[in-house]
């Protein structure tokens, strides 16, 4: 299995970043996915998680109504769409794939990792 995020960047504060995730080696539609982030001298937290299809999907509290989850399956890949974007948003951005039982919130639910893209937001 292999996870490769892109689309991080440096960006100011209230705008915009798409990131991308690309799965490869396993049957991506049969997983849900998840981000997750690390902040520099923090834990890893949950994101978003989606479920197979796209039909449900589940949002941090702290990134609700900014950051939207979505996937196309046909492509292999996972995207987090990030709008309003603050400083505390900075971070590394992690997807990954859900294979253990388990809540989509506990990192311990998933089994396979990106290598993570880094978002940094100015002000």
């Known amino acids: 299995v292999q996870l490769v995020e892109s689309g991080g960047g440096l960006v100011q504060s209230g705008t915009s970043l798409r990131l991308s995730c690309v799965a490869s080696?396993?049957?991506?539609?049969?997983?849900?996915m998840g981000w997750f982030r690390r902040a520099p001298g923090k834990e890893r937290e949950f994101v978003a998680a989606i479920n197979y299809h796209g039909g449900s999907t589940f949002y941090a509290d702290s990134v609700k109504g900014r950051f939207t989850i979505s996937r196309d399956n046909s492509k292999n890949t996972l995207y987090l769409e990030m709008d309003s974007l603050k400083l505390e948003d900075t971070a590394d951005y992690y997807c990954a794939r859900r294979g253990r039982r388990g809540s989509y919130v506990d990192f311990g639910s998933y089994d396979s990792w990106g290598q993570g893209t880094q978002v940094t937001v100015s002000s």
């Open positions: 080696g396993l049957t991506f539609g049969n997983y849900y």
